[in-house]
T-cell receptor, first 112, second 117 residues
Framework: GQSLEQPSEVTAVEGAIVQINCTYQ??????LSWYQQHDGGAPTFLSY????GLEETGRFSSFLSRSDSYGYLLLQELQMKDSASYFC?????????????FGAGTRLAVHP | GAVVSQHPSWVICKSGTSVKIECRSL??????MFWYRQFPKQSLMLMAT?????????EQGVEKDKFLINHASLTLSTLTVTSAHPEDSSFYIC?????????????FGPGTRLTVL
């Protein structure tokens, strides 16, 4: 079956750096995405890694190691508005279709 | 950027009735849309993959006769919850897949909160 693991909660202070790890065990994998979701809202796309290495988008960076089945999301210069849930999601080709399977999510709380 | 809308944003219905939720990609064509269900403080669970012009593909454990999906055009997919019961109360979110080179991005609608009394 498919499984993803990420920490359930992370706490940090404004201005700090936080890394959220994600390990996965899947078949048909071809990419790792990260999504942000505020309470009551819809998930918003943050980043996508298909190849090994680091992708940087402003204050957010994402890393993938396919050989280790591991990735992480790095958030720099944390702001209060970054308090949200962060989901890693694997892109799979399964049963003839492409689909996303989400991890359980990491709740990030940013404090002053 | 890519925008996906959902309608209605919330609905309250009586047990036994059917509810239809619409998902539209507003500024791009989506051959593939997805329907998810999310309980409070939990992850998004993929219910089904909706493909334009063909039958939807349901995930294991999802009743296709209860959750009817129709992908009538490249910009519209609908989910109908038939004979709704209180246990169907949940947050339903659709997404549309943007097919681009080197990317595999899904853009999500704002979600529909269904409450079945």
């Amino acid at each position: 079956g498919q499984s993803l693991e990420q920490p359930s909660e992370v706490t940090a202070v404004e201005g700090a750096i936080v890394q959220i790890n994600c390990t996965y065990q899947t078949s048909g994998f071809y990419g790792l995405s990260w999504y942000q979701q505020h309470d009551g809202g819809a998930p918003t796309f943050l980043s996508y890694n298909a190849l090994d290495g680091l992708e940087e988008t402003g204050r957010f960076s994402s890393f993938l190691s396919r050989s280790d089945s591991y990735g992480y999301l790095l958030l720099q210069e944390l702001q209060m508005k970054d308090s949200a849930s962060y989901f890693c999601a694997v892109s799979l080709f399964s049963g003839g279709y492409n689909k996303l399977i989400f991890g359980a999510g990491t709740r990030l709380a940013v404090h002053p | 950027g890519a925008v996906v809308s959902q309608h209605p944003s919330w609905v309250i219905c009586k047990s036994g009735t059917s509810v239809k939720i619409e998902c539209r990609s507003l500024d791009f064509q989506a051959t593939t849309m997805f329907w998810y269900r999310q309980f409070p403080k939990q992850s998004l669970m993929l219910m089904a993959t909706s493909n334009e012009g063909s039958k939807a593909t349901y995930e294991q454990g999802v009743e296709k006769d209860k959750f009817l999906i129709n992908h009538a055009s490249l910009t519209l997919s609908t989910l109908t919850v038939t004979s709704a019961h209180p246990e169907d109360s949940s947050f339903y979110i659709c997404s549309a897949r943007f097919d681009g080179v080197g990317t595999d991005t899904q853009y999500f609608g704002p979600g529909t909160r269904l409450t079945v009394l």
